[in-house]
C-alpha cells in the first residue's frame, strides 16, 4: 500500500532523521557508539574494519561495507560538517584503505 503524504512527512522531519537512522540499524556494521567523533582516523578506521569484519548482516565485502559506511556518514553531515573534522574523516578514509591493504 503506498504511504501518503504525511505518513512520510512523520517520519522524515518528526522524530530522528532517516539518516539518522540508517546509521543506526545500517544492514552494513554494528559501529562502535560514537566513532566517527574520534579525533584519530587510524582509530575511527580500524574500528570501522573490525566492525565490518565481524559483521553478520553486511552485504558486501568488509572493505566495502567499512567504506561506505563512512562515506555516508561524511555526506550525511554535508556542509554543517567542519572542515577540520571533514579532514580527520578524510584522512580516516586512507587509514581505511591502508588497513585492507589498498593503497
Known amino acids: 500500500m503506498p504511504q501518503s503524504h504525511t505518513?512520510?512527512?512523520?517520519?522524515t522531519h518528526g522524530g530522528k532523521k532517516?539518516?539518522?537512522d540508517v546509521t543506526e540499524h545500517s544492514d552494513a556494521l554494528?559501529?562502535?557508539k560514537d566513532i566517527f567523533e574520534?579525533?584519530?582516523p587510524?582509530?575511527?578506521?580500524?574500528?570501522?574494519k573490525r566492525s565490518a569484519e565481524h559483521s553478520k548482516r553486511r552485504k558486501a565485502?568488509?572493505?566495502?561495507s567499512a567504506m561506505s559506511m563512512l562515506?555516508?556518514?561524511?555526506?550525511?553531515?554535508g556542509k554543517?560538517?567542519?572542515a577540520e573534522r571533514k579532514h580527520t574523516l578524510e584522512k580516516a578514509k586512507d587509514e581505511l584503505r591502508a588497513a585492507f591493504g589498498r593503497t
Not at 7 to 11: C, E, L, Q, T, Y
Request: cysteine-free.
Open 7 to 11: 505518513d512520510h512527512h512523520a517520519r
Open 18 to 20: 532517516w539518516s539518522a
Open 30 to 32: 554494528d559501529l562502535q
Open 38 to 40: 574520534s579525533d584519530d
Open 42 to 48: 587510524k582509530a575511527i578506521a580500524l574500528s570501522l
Open 61 to 64: 565485502e568488509p572493505y566495502r
Open 71 to 77: 562515506t555516508f556518514y561524511i555526506n550525511r553531515a
Open 80 to 82: 554543517n560538517l567542519p
